[in-house]
DNA sequence: GGTTAATTAACTGGTTCCCC
DNA sequence: GGGGAACCAGTTAATTAACC
């Protein structure tokens, strides 16, 4: 080893191997290049090797930088001390607050893609990161370099568009988003300036936070309607509502379609609306093209699209949903579809008693009954529908009613059409909803079960694939929401079908299309008009000629009132009714019991679809703002560009 | 002096494991 | 099951040494 050697080695030992230099000996060596100086004499006075120093030179001269750039990972980023310290300020205002919820709100608030492993890098000081932005701090040039490296890598460094020299502050450009909502809400926001960006983006991830919790609160879900039911929804700081925003940027559509697009009673159809506000009528099909228009188009409701016309309250409406097959039918006079009978006020009591059908089957012999009886009230849906349903329904403009209900198209033969069609005067085909044919493609022409995509509303064989290939979502974490959604939607489409849906009911009870409902529904006449038969053999005459009875006049309000055609059956039912007259009060309390559980199971519906109309609502607010901020991306970049 | 390949540091995302 | 920490693998820029 001889003497260069060793010397060599000492100056390593003192500077170290692979030591960057630091800025301020970049600095010098750049000068004195400017100067004409000797820089390699400089360079080795510095202890830099020659070729750093001639290295050094190269990228002063080929891209103006002075200081090093960061080496970065795959995607060419770096966490500025301020992003640090708004991640850890975070933290800190919201100890509860989760790595995962921090990647996601840096990830709708900025361009940031940060994993949640760099985010607790950062949370923990495990992570080196600083360096670059000391260094920004001690060179005056790095505003401009950073200038260059900012043009120079693409939209992952717009965050830093500029900086102030020696600070290493960026705009962040999601807080020009913020400005623009707060100045839509209220002028009397000020406009933020490059200085608080950091701050301005941890007002906003509190604004969010505080929107979540407002959302999740124990609040009632009726003051919690109310409030959304106005236009400043989510506002418990004096900030927008994201329908504001969607009203600013609508504004160039028309009126009455905007109006319908974001305002927010339309999809909060379960809570309480005002009379005199009343919801837009439909959403065009033009609409569909809007770049701001919420993506997730709910359309599985399963309000009466009769009940579209009327200015009702969704109390009202909702009401009228979860009780229309109890006390709605209760009021009507029926017809047993077992016995034959007919004058009951309680056509249910009277199943559950005399019949002794459990609770499901006499809901669903309530519910076919129920449109048997009352065709006025029973949304029809065109016959030609069902071919509508065999088209694929992906990317199919979908127009709908106050009640987000698909509206047939103007093509297609309207509603109660199929009445007057003389081909087909006798068949109705009921759906309460679009829901049923959104069901119904469920399973497509293939055979294979498909789900509908939340945001795009586009029906998808693999949702997971579509979320990541066509909305970006790549982490796991952004696509469970919308995957537990189209499941939840999915699973309640399921649940909801067999007690309300798909009845295909002809008038005259000849030509019933077997459904599996209709199946059910004859099964369980069979089942119980057998046990009647074997119970009073001279009934058979009712099996076989169901012919309407007259009116029963029985003052004692007998359970089985009896049919004249048969005078047997009369007698027996009278001597019936003397042998169980103390029975009456037992059916009476039944009775009672029974109307308060269907109360509880109402309220309990309602409740859970209040939920999902909440979590409908903030995902439609995400996706909104996402679209936003991604069509605000690409201005700037364009405008950079 | 200039160029280039190898090496190293810095940084990242993904995965796994552990804990609650 | 979710969150967080640790570990691993990959990428990029800087640094270094070797070569011409």
Redesign the pocket.
């Known amino acids: 080893m001889n003497q260069s050697e060793i010397q060599?080695q000492l100056a390593?030992q003192r500077?170290g191997?692979?030591?960057?230099?630091s800025d301020v000996d970049r600095r010098q060596l750049i000068d004195a290049y400017k100067k004409g100086e000797d820089f390699?004499a400089l360079a080795r006075k510095l202890n830099?090797?020659?070729?750093?120093a001639?290295?050094?030179l190269r990228?002063f001269i080929d891209e103006g930088r002075v200081s090093?750039?960061?080496?970065?990972?795959?995607?060419?980023?770096?966490?500025t001390e301020e992003e640090a310290e708004m991640i850890r300020e975070m933290k800190r205002r919201h100890p509860l607050i989760?790595?995962?919820?921090i990647q996601m709100r840096l990830q709708r608030t900025s361009t940031r893609?940060?994993?949640?492993?760099?985010i607790?890098?950062i949370?923990?000081n495990?992570?080196?990161?600083g360096?670059?932005a000391k260094r920004s701090g001690e060179d005056g040039d790095d505003g401009q370099d950073e200038m260059t490296e900012t043009m120079g890598n693409g939209q992952d460094e717009l965050m830093q568009l500029s900086s102030d020299e020696g600070t290493g502050e960026g705009i962040y450009i999601d807080d020009e988003i913020d400005e623009e909502e707060e100045d839509d809400d209220d002028d009397e926001e000020t406009r933020i300036t490059e200085t608080n960006a950091p701050l301005q983006n941890l007002d906003d991830f509190q604004r969010f936070m505080l929107r979540k919790t407002s959302i999740n609160g124990d609040e009632s879900i009726g003051n919690e309607g109310a409030a959304w039911s106005t236009k400043e929804q989510y506002d418990d700081n004096g900030y927008a509502g994201y329908d504001s925003e969607n009203e600013d940027e609508l504004s160039e559509i028309d009126e009455n379609e905007t109006k319908s697009l974001v305002d927010p009673t339309l999809n909060m159809s379960l809570l309480p609306i005002p009379i005199n506000e009343k919801p837009a009528i439909s959403i065009e099909n033009d609409n569909w093209g809007v770049k701001s228009e919420p993506v997730c188009v709910f359309v599985n409701r399963n309000f009466d699209s009769s009940d579209s016309e009327q200015p009702a309250t969704i109390d009202e409406e909702t009401t009228k949903r979860m009780l229309n097959t109890q006390s709605t039918a209760n009021r009507r006079i029926k017809t047993c579809p077992i016995c034959g009978e007919t004058n009951f006020s309680r056509l249910s009591h009277h199943l559950t008693v005399a019949h002794n059908l459990n609770r499901e089957e006499s809901l669903t012999l309530l519910a076919y009954s129920d449109r048997n009886n009352n065709h006025s009230s029973i949304p029809i849906v065109s016959s030609s529908s069902p071919k509508n349903l065999d088209k694929s329904p992906q990317q199919t403009p979908i127009t709908i009613n106050t009640n987000n209900q698909q509206i047939t198209p103007a093509g297609l033969s309207p509603n109660g059409n199929d009445l007057e069609n003389p081909d087909h005067p006798t068949i109705i085909k009921t759906s309460s909803s679009v829901e049923d044919q959104q069901s119904a493609n469920s399973l497509s022409a293939d055979g294979k079960k498909r789900l509908l995509c939340p945001r795009c509303n586009t029906w998808v064989l693999n949702l997971t694939d579509h979320l990541i290939k066509k909305h970006h979502l790549?982490?796991k974490?952004e696509r469970?929401p919308f995957l537990r959604l189209a499941r939840n939607r999915s699973l309640m489409i399921n649940v909801d079908k067999p007690s309300t849906n798909s009845f295909l009911i002809n008038s005259n009870e000849q030509h019933i299309i077997p459904t599996a409902v209709n199946k059910k529904y004859q099964n369980i006449i069979k089942k119980y008009r057998k046990k009647f038969v074997n119970t009073y053999p001279s009934s058979s005459s009712i099996h076989e000629t169901p012919a309407p009875p007259p009116p029963a006049t029985n003052s004692n309000q007998n359970l089985l009132t009896t049919n004249n055609n048969n005078n047997s059956l009369k007698q027996n039912s009278i001597s019936k009714n003397t042998n169980t007259n103390k029975d009456i009060s037992v059916h009476h309390k039944f009775e009672q019991r029974l109307s308060v559980f269907r109360q509880q199971f109402a309220v309990t519906v309602a409740m859970q679809n209040s939920l999902m109309q909440q979590m409908e609502l903030l995902q439609r607010s995400f996706v909104c703002i996402e679209e936003e901020w991604n069509d605000m991306k690409k201005e700037i970049v364009e405008s950079i560009s």
């Open positions: 060599q390593d500077r191997r692979y030591v960057r230099v390699i830099i090797k020659r070729s750093t001639r290295s050094i990228t090093a750039k960061q080496r970065a990972g795959t995607r060419l980023r770096f966490i989760t790595i995962g919820q893609v940060l994993s949640k492993a760099s607790s890098r949370l923990t495990s992570i080196r990161l360096k670059r790549v982490s974490q469970l």
